[in-house]
């Protein structure tokens, strides 16, 4: 399974665009990556989910640079309720191992 | 649909005991896992389950056994609770065409005294 790097903290402020950038070296051909945010006292919601380039859908944005070695999550204007945990994962489409998580990254957003 | 249903919600339990955490899903997802939260850390796998009849182990699996009889259960069972499993557990579901798209359950915050 392919390993993932994310920043262990970030903050920002509301309406601005952050940027959450995550790392994975070893992400193989089949691989694809997909985000979650996680609110206190609830399991992980879906985000976005993307195997290459750019993809966009109501909340987020994607970018996966052609080497897909990494990977960033967009947020843009974000308010105090995006204030959450955003975890990256690389994992294969249809594969029947493991979906594991990391350490994620704690988005703290000010007025 | 109710989505992925955890019960109990809260439970205290005494070293020693044992008990079964409680998951299903009426998604028809052939994928379920379960997966353990310490505070302020990320999710830990437990066991999880490509479909009926077959479980495998996840990251952390010692003290902890799964079954997976129909496609909509996926209970967790808990041998001998010790307090170092103190944390809250969360079970998820996936479609086999869209594995990485799991949908969590709200959790069962578990203290073990």
């Known amino acids: 399974l392919a390993k993932t790097t994310q920043p262990i903290s970030m903050d920002s402020y509301e309406g601005q665009e952050v940027n959450i950038t995550c790392s994975h070296n070893n992400i193989a051909t089949n691989d694809y990556i997909t985000w979650y945010q996680q609110f206190p006292s609830q399991g992980p919601r879906f985000i976005i989910q993307g195997y290459k380039t750019k993809v966009t859908n109501e909340v987020a944005s994607l970018f996966i640079p052609a080497d897909r070695k990494s990977s960033t999550l967009s947020l843009p204007r974000v308010s105090l309720s995006d204030t959450a945990v955003y975890y990256c994962?690389?994992?294969?489409?249809?594969?029947?191992?493991?979906?594991?998580f990391g350490s994620g990254t704690r988005l703290s957003i000010r007025p | 649909n109710a989505g992925v249903t955890q019960t109990p919600k809260f439970q205290v339990l005494k070293t020693g005991q044992s008990m079964t955490l409680q998951c299903a899903q009426d998604?028809?997802?052939?994928?379920m896992s379960w997966y353990r939260q310490d505070p302020g850390m990320g999710l830990r796998l437990i066991h999880y389950?490509?479909?009926?009849?077959?479980?495998d182990q996840g990251e952390v699996p010692n003290g902890y056994n799964v079954s997976r009889s129909t496609t909509e259960d996926f209970p967790l069972r808990l041998l001998s609770a010790a307090p170092s499993q103190t944390s809250v557990y969360f079970c998820?579901?996936?479609?086999?065409?869209?594995?990485?798209?799991?949908?969590f359950g709200p959790g069962t915050r578990l203290t073990v005294l």
């Open positions: 998820a579901s996936t479609p086999r065409s869209a594995y990485n798209e799991q949908f």
């Open positions: 994962l690389v994992g294969g489409y249809s594969s029947a191992s493991k979906i594991i």
């Open positions: 998604m028809n997802h052939e994928y």
């Open positions: 389950s490509v479909g009926a009849g077959i479980t």
